[in-house]
């Protein structure tokens, strides 16, 4: 294993990035359960401090560092979609919260002992972290730093040298073990996401599939808010023929050029594009009403003339490859939601463009 590998962790860096998702629900779930399982100790620790006479200052961290963990989660709560999308800092302010409780448990009763296994485990946290390498590792070095000097100056020598043994050893078994741990995690991540776009995605057009649109439209039932305002429904115009003139093989090249100008378009325009099967297509968009859908539709006509495939048979008039294109806008809080009606608005819409001489936009 290299060494910019180890501390760096560029390959992580990647994965990280592919499977942001995964990885802040994985964040939000270690969060909550190790402030559950903190509070607990908390509770249990001042419980046994009062039974057994612990002394005042073991009493008051304790009681402390319960409340500290409560604050910690009622921030959670107070700022939720913040900590949703970016659950890596609650992440670090509990874990030094941690790290703040075992120092203050250590020299609760006196000076004279080693460091408790408390302080310790805090460099077992990278095999519970999915972050930045550089970053858990910075946080590994400002704990070992803090621990050290701290045992410097408030214990004997003979302490202090077992003291960064057992801290040098710990935080290097946890920056080495937490990289093959992390990795394991994200290789796991990185396996169910492409297993997840190559269920969902066309092979050929390298669009979204049939089973990926039903899914966005079922979640309509879901939520107001992933209802769509627009759907487009789409056929290339005279398709057989051009497979009956040029050969399958063109026109899967055919299908492969016209899906990269339906995403190129869709990014641009805040639409969704769909293989529906053959050579029809869908797309959503949950921002556009009716007269910006027009807009798009007529716009998207004439990037498909642009890209200028050839198709010269005797009843093409155009000669190049022209798609049809039925559009229909839809209201997000009609309580009568139903995707199989909007799909038929939107296929009667194209409909009525196959029967206006095709190579145009028709909305319902």
């Not at 590994?140 to 803090?146: F, I």
Request: charged share 20%; net charge positive.
């Amino acid at each position: 294993m290299k060494i910019r590998e180890l501390l760096f962790g560029l390959e992580e860096n990647e994965l990280i990035n592919k499977n942001r998702e995964a990885v802040n629900e994985f964040l939000i779930s270690v969060t909550r359960v190790a402030a559950v399982i903190l509070g607990i100790l908390m509770l249990f620790l001042a419980f046994l401090s009062f039974a057994f006479g612990y002394t005042s200052a073991y009493k008051k961290i304790y009681i402390l560092f319960f409340f500290l963990d409560l604050l910690v989660y009622a921030l959670s709560r107070a700022f939720k979609k913040f900590y949703k999308k970016h659950p890596v800092v609650l992440v670090y302010i509990f874990f030094a919260l941690y790290l703040c409780f075992a120092i203050s448990a250590n020299f609760g009763y006196d000076r004279d002992q080693e460091y408790v296994s408390a302080v310790v485990a805090i460099f077992m946290l990278p095999l519970l972290l999915l972050d930045r390498a550089w970053r858990i590792n910075l946080l590994v070095a400002v704990s070992l730093a803090v621990s050290a000097f701290l045992s410097y100056r408030l214990k004997d020598r003979h302490f202090f040298s077992s003291d960064m043994v057992n801290l040098c050893v710990y935080a290097f078994a946890g920056i080495v073990m937490g990289k093959s741990v992390r990795m394991n995690r994200l290789n796991g991540f990185e396996a169910a996401r492409v297993l997840t776009v190559e269920r969902n995605t066309d092979s050929l057009t390298k669009l979204a599939n049939r089973r990926n649109l039903f899914e966005r439209l079922r979640r309509g039932n879901e939520s107001l808010l992933q209802r769509p305002t627009g759907m487009f429904m789409i056929d290339i115009d005279n398709f057989k023929k051009y497979n009956d003139h040029y050969g399958h093989r063109a026109g899967d090249i055919c299908l492969g050029m016209i899906g990269r100008c339906f995403a190129d378009f869709g990014e641009k325009n805040a639409l969704t594009f769909f293989r529906y099967g053959g050579e029809e297509f869908c797309a959503l968009c949950w921002s556009k009403d009716y007269m910006e859908l027009a807009a798009a539709a007529e716009a998207l006509l004439q990037a498909v003339r642009d890209l200028r495939i050839t198709f010269n048979v005797e009843d093409n008039s155009s000669g190049i490859v022209t798609i049809s294109l039925g559009y229909a806008a839809f209201d997000q809080t009609d309580l009568s939601y139903d995707f199989e009606s909007m799909i038929k608005t939107a296929d009667a819409a194209l409909y009525s463009a196959k029967s206006h001489g095709r190579n145009c936009a028709r909305g319902a």
